[in-house]
């Protein structure tokens, strides 16, 4: 069973582009008050040159001219005392405009220094701090994902990510599931970063952050469900993985995906299951997965429906298997091809319905006039039955057919259904054809057929005596004509 990050760092920017949106709808005050902290009653003031400074930003901003803003600012923050409340509001502007021309990366710096000004003299109120801290967290996080990024600078925004997300817990009075899901997050990616190397025990404090996440909401977001299973997944435990994807593909029962890898999850419980029983229910778990899709117009492509064909077969379901082959090439909600209706054939062959069976590779044949293979297996089934001279005959026509993978083995069949039919000279060309081939070098029986068959034709033609314008020649292997008191023992070969 395979996870893909990359779906989660789809839904890491979505949530993080909703929520910086969200940010940058809001204004700062000019003057606010710090609260929860002991500075509760002072209030802090821009100086002079940088509120009249951010009066001419103003219009730029208006305007959404972000690169002249931001320039504006940078002169602004030149003149700005170090650690000062004109420090803090002048990072806050330009982390703002840059997020909104969509420089994500270079947002980062001013927002640390917000966050990092906030934390040491709480110029603004707890839940801006707060709010503006979990941003921050996921602005490190998303730079960590960033393409062609180099392992250690990976690790340092894991790192800051990290720090920052356990900052908004431990200082909230109040966490929201938002911020157990967002230190979730960092967790896990922290800990796949090397894919041939996970770290479990990261993994495992991962799991833990995001059942608090879920345990804090009576209706979770989808992407906490789907995180969850993430990591279950790379701990092995498909059990509760299957669990959670029964929970949605109930909630959202047109997603595709998802009742893929419900399917994928009971076909690999069912496989690593070693009790008989066991593993026939979660055979039963899978079928029963697609055809609920299907009736949902879900998992319905030629590939999907014969992999439920492939599922019965699993379970010994043949009626069921030549049913639902019969009924998909006929519609084409199965691929026509030869293999499918040879799978047919042999379903009906383990419920004894051979002469089905031939029925429906002489239906194949219509398809695929030039497959010689079709042929030799209805020969193969009539010679199962006892017919053997129809066996004799489509064996023959297999060969004639051609666009056969290992021509020997029919060469080696005709040779014994020949010999059994009593067709000696038949049986004797087919046996050197045979030894032409791997297969009939490899067949421990033929040459003894091809001695017996030689046999036959001496003692045949022995009996039958010379023309009339020849002497009678004994049979081969005797040097002398034998005693007219005494006729020779003539022992008939064993029909194989």
């Not at 966050?115 to 490190?140: D, G, K, R």
């Not at 990261?202 to 906490?224: D, G, I, N, R, W």
Request: some cysteine; charged content about 20%; hydrophobic content about 40%.
């Amino acid at each position: 069973m395979t996870f893909f990050p990359a779906h989660f760092a789809l839904a890491l920017r979505r949530s993080h582009f909703a929520l910086l949106a969200l940010l940058c709808s809001a204004v700062l005050p000019v003057v606010t008050r710090a609260q929860g902290s002991p500075k509760l009653q002072e209030r802090f003031y821009l100086s002079d040159p940088v509120s009249e400074g951010l009066g001419k930003v103003k219009p730029l901003e208006a305007a959404k001219r972000w690169d002249e803003a931001i320039a504006m600012i940078d002169g602004l923050i030149k003149i700005a005392a170090p650690n000062s409340y004109d420090l803090a509001n002048l990072s806050y502007y330009k982390f703002l405009y840059l997020t909104n021309k969509n420089d994500y990366t270079q947002a980062i710096e001013p927002l640390e220094t917000v966050v990092t000004l906030c934390e040491q003299f709480h110029y603004f109120e707890i839940n801006i701090e707060l709010e503006l801290t979990q941003n921050l967290a996921q602005l490190c996080l998303l730079e960590s994902q960033a393409k062609g990024i180099k392992p250690e600078q990976q690790k340092l925004f894991y790192s800051k990510s990290a720090h920052y997300a356990e900052q908004m817990i431990q200082r909230s009075p109040n966490p929201t599931a938002d911020n157990y899901f967002t230190y979730t997050q960092v967790l896990y990616y922290s800990a796949v970063a090397v894919p041939e190397k996970i770290d479990m025990e990261l993994l495992k404090k991962s799991q833990v952050q995001a059942e608090k996440a879920l345990l804090m909401v009576t209706h979770p977001k989808e992407q906490f469900w789907v995180m969850l299973n993430g990591i279950l997944m790379l701990q092995s435990d498909y059990v509760r993985c299957g669990e959670i994807f029964e929970l949605l593909v109930k909630q959202y029962p047109n997603n595709k995906t998802y009742w893929q890898q419900l399917q994928s999850i009971y076909v690999t419980l069912g496989l690593n299951e070693k009790d008989t029983q066991k593993a026939l229910e979660y055979n039963l778990r899978t079928i029963v997965t697609m055809e609920r899709a299907q009736a949902l117009g879900q998992l319905n492509t030629p590939k999907d429906n014969f992999f439920l064909v492939a599922q019965y077969y699993n379970i010994g379901q043949f009626r069921q298997v030549s049913e639902l082959l019969q009924a998909g090439l006929k519609n084409g909600s199965i691929e026509n091809v030869q293999q499918n209706w040879e799978y047919m054939a042999e379903a009906y062959q383990r419920i004894n319905q051979e002469l089905k069976a031939i029925e429906v590779l002489k239906e194949a044949e219509t398809y695929f006039p030039k497959a010689g293979s079709l042929h030799f297996k209805i020969a193969q089934i009539y010679s199962g039955i006892d017919n053997q001279e129809q066996a004799y005959n489509e064996a023959r026509k297999a060969l004639e057919v051609g666009n056969i993978e290992k021509p020997g083995e029919i060469y080696c069949s005709l040779t014994y259904m020949a010999y059994n039919l009593a067709k000696y000279d038949e049986a004797l060309v087919a046996a050197n054809k045979a030894l032409e081939y791997p297969e009939g070098k490899k067949d421990t029986q033929i040459l003894q057929v091809k001695r017996a068959t030689e046999n036959a034709i001496n003692e045949r033609d022995f009996l039958k005596g010379p023309p009339p314008d020849q002497p009678q020649q004994p049979p081969a292997g005797q040097n002398k004509q034998p005693d007219p008191k005494k006729q020779p023992e003539i022992k008939q070969p064993k029909s194989l």
